[in-house]
Every structure is written in structure tokens, then in C-alpha cells.
């Protein structure tokens, strides 16, 4: 009988908290939805969906509408929702002309892409660095959850994990950019171009110590290569830097500097290996 009423005490625990993950998965997607279409209604071209000024004014009520929406989730006053929502809508034209910049510095020195229109189709580094523009917005607004739910969207698409309170300059430029991670705290110069699996990083600290700058610092006209670890509050990456492919930096860098690994290269001969090579994929 003990047995039973534990049972039915976790079911009836479990029931409620399904409730509210149900409730929260909603918005979840509430908030995906909306910058989704933020995005393409900026970028994405549909013949069919806009013969007029007024009818795209009337998507940018309905996103308006939506925004006001997932706000209302986070705060009690109509007043405030409705100024945070005119707030954020008046960032969108600064916003939108800091991402043709970003588009204009993949176009110049990515020799793959051909337009801006497919960059803007097909470039995950583009989707990812238009959502941070968007959810640091929001951040900067101080509106509570939604900037890292909107985060995360773009992070489960791309594989790219921006932090919105990250802080990035004009002209970025993300090559590839599966399993780059962009901390909370980092700072972002201009033209600055990132590779994949680069990681902008915190050393170790305490939960106390989370309001510092944990993250590092990378100045104007730095390339970063792929599987760059880059650590630390007070770690700043000098202006004109290049960082190669897999270095680990935990100090700072002097401007205009160059940091690899060396290789070493042996010619095979007629001569057995000193030792059993064993790989295995």
C-alpha cells in the first residue's frame, strides 16, 4: 500500500510537471517560429507573399504581434511590453544593415560564394550570426529567456553557438562554422573571420564570479582557424592576429602576430617503423 501511494504521489508530481514543460515547449517554438520569419522576411525572396509595401508591413504587424506575445510570457506590464516590442522593431534597420555588411565580407573573401542571395539561402554562418544580431537585441533590452531560447535555435540548425551577450562587431564573417562556441562575455572586433570548431572560451571560475568577463577579448582584422581554443577574461587577441588550426592560447597575443603549431614530417623509407602504428576509424 506504502508502495502504491508513493507511486501515485510521483505520477500526480510528474502529470503537473508535464503541464508545465508543455507550456514551455510552447513557446519554445512560439519564439523559433517568430525568428525564423524575421529572417526570411528580411532575406529570403517569395514571389508570391509580398505584391506590396502593405502587405509586408502587415508580416511586420504580425511579427510585432508575435513578439508581444512571448514578451507578455516574461513580464506583467502591457506598457512595457508594448515599448520593448516598438524598441526592438526600431533596432531592426541598424540590425539589417550590420548583416549586409557581414554578407558583403563572405562574398569578398569566401572564393565559393557567388552572391548575396546565396549566402542568404544556404549559408549556416550567415543564419547563425543573423540570430545573435537579433537575440543580443533583445539581450541588450534586458528581456529575460527569450534572447537564449532564440539562441538555441539557431545553434540546433547550424551547429554554431553564439551566446547573445556576446559582443560583435561589423563585417563578421563565420567560414563553415560547425562547433564554433562563442561564450557570453566575448568581444568581437570588426572583420574578424572565424573557421569551424573555434571556441571562444571561460577558464574555470565560480558561480560567483559569473558576472566578470570571462571570456576573451579579439580585436579588429583577426583570423581565427579551425579548432582554435581561445580561453579567459583577460585574453586578448591582438589586432591583425592570426591564430592557425588547433593551438590552445590562454594569454594574450601582441598585435599582429601569428601562432601556430609546428609540424614535423618524416619520409617514409625501406626502413620498418620503430613502432606498431595502430588506427583505427
Do not use: C
Amino acid at each position: 500500500m506504502e508502495f502504491q501511494d508513493k507511486q501515485s504521489d510521483f505520477l500526480q508530481y510528474l502529470f503537473t510537471k508535464k503541464q508545465k514543460e508543455s507550456y514551455l515547449f510552447h513557446e519554445k517554438h512560439l519564439a523559433e517560429n517568430f525568428v525564423q520569419e524575421l529572417f526570411d522576411v528580411l532575406f529570403i525572396y517569395h514571389l508570391e507573399s509580398y505584391q506590396s509595401s502593405e502587405q509586408l508591413e502587415y508580416k511586420f504587424n504580425h511579427l510585432r504581434y508575435q513578439l508581444h506575445t512571448l514578451i507578455n510570457k516574461v513580464s506583467t506590464s502591457d506598457s512595457i511590453i508594448k515599448e520593448q516590442v516598438e524598441k526592438f522593431f526600431d533596432a531592426i534597420p541598424y540590425i539589417y544593415d550590420m548583416l549586409l555588411l557581414d554578407a558583403e565580407e563572405i562574398l569578398h573573401f569566401d572564393p565559393a560564394a557567388h552572391s548575396k542571395e546565396e549566402i542568404f539561402i544556404s549559408y549556416p554562418g550567415f543564419f547563425a550570426t543573423a540570430v545573435y544580431r537579433f537575440a543580443h537585441q533583445l539581450y541588450q533590452q534586458k528581456i529575460q529567456i527569450l534572447p537564449r531560447v532564440i539562441s538555441e535555435y539557431a545553434h540546433s540548425k547550424t551547429g554554431i553557438d553564439i551566446n547573445p551577450g556576446a559582443e560583435i562587431g561589423k563585417s563578421f564573417f563565420i567560414d563553415h562554422g560547425t562547433g564554433i562556441v562563442i561564450g557570453e562575455t566575448t568581444i568581437i572586433g570588426n572583420h574578424v573571420k572565424i573557421y569551424q570548431g573555434v571556441t571562444l572560451g571561460a577558464l574555470s571560475v565560480s558561480k560567483d564570479l559569473a558576472s566578470l568577463k570571462r571570456h576573451p577579448t579579439i580585436q579588429d582584422h583577426v583570423v581565427l582557424y579551425s579548432g582554435a581554443t581561445i580561453l579567459g577574461g583577460t585574453t586578448v587577441i591582438g589586432e591583425g592576429s592570426i591564430i592557425g588550426g588547433n593551438v590552445w592560447i590562454t594569454h594574450s597575443i601582441a598585435t599582429n602576430s601569428v601562432v601556430y603549431h609546428t609540424n614535423q614530417i618524416k619520409i617514409k623509407d625501406n626502413n620498418p617503423f620503430p613502432e606498431v602504428i595502430d588506427f583505427v576509424i
